[in-house]
């Protein structure tokens, strides 16, 4: 996937923040599931020719403290794991609050949730409520490896909340090396 690779993560930030216009559009949208339907879409169809081989939305599941769980909302293109444990990637990236660029899944040991072997990084970012606690994540993956870095994690936190899917973020993106 040399193409993916070749695109690269500043190539990706400059065209996340040239959706914003569009996700402007989709915070008009009144229902949060339809707005993440909407915005997975958007990403999907301007990301996927750049390297990306999923995208979509886990929900965090209320229950027990010992036992939370994260559900899978909208996606593109085809179903993952669901529902998922909070040790991995997404876990993570939901109770620290914070994104998560991961250069290499390998690097996460037991820790991956591996629902597409062939994913080699993956981009998480948290979507916050006003108090700055997480409800859901946005989780991106990619067969290729470093497809990722932080100007994409700064520019998807920034196109989710114009959206109205998040607050904006405190913290910098935290990543795996």
């Known amino acids: 996937m040399a193409g993916a690779e070749a695109a690269g993560p500043p190539a990706r ?10 996700a402007a559009v989709i915070a008009l949208i009144e229902s949060r599931q339809d707005r993440m339907e909407a915005f997975v879409q958007l990403w999907w169809d301007a990301c996927a ?9 886990y ?32 876990g993570q990236g939901l109770r620290g609050a914070r994104s998560l ?6 690097d996460l040991g037991a820790g991956y949730v591996a629902c597409d072997p062939r994913d080699r990084s993956e981009l998480v970012v948290p979507c916050l409520a006003a108090d700055g606690s997480a409800w859901g994540v946005f989780d991106v993956d990619s067969h290729a490896l470093g497809a990722f870095g932080v100007p994409d994690a700064l520019a998807c936190e920034r196109l989710l909340a114009v959206a109205g899917l998040s607050e904006p973020h405190r913290d910098p993106p935290r990543t795996s090396r």
């Open 49 to 57: 020719p750049l390297g990306t081989s999923w995208a979509g939305f």
């Open 101 to 106: 660029v991961v250069h290499d899944v390998a």
């Open 13 to 22: 930030a400059q065209v996340l923040q040239s959706l914003c216009p569009a």
């Open 59 to 90: 929900v965090d599941v209320a229950g027990e403290p010992d036992d939370r769980r994260l559900a899978l909302a909208a996606r593109r293109p085809k179903p993952a794991c669901s529902p998922i444990g909070m040790h991995g990637a997404c």
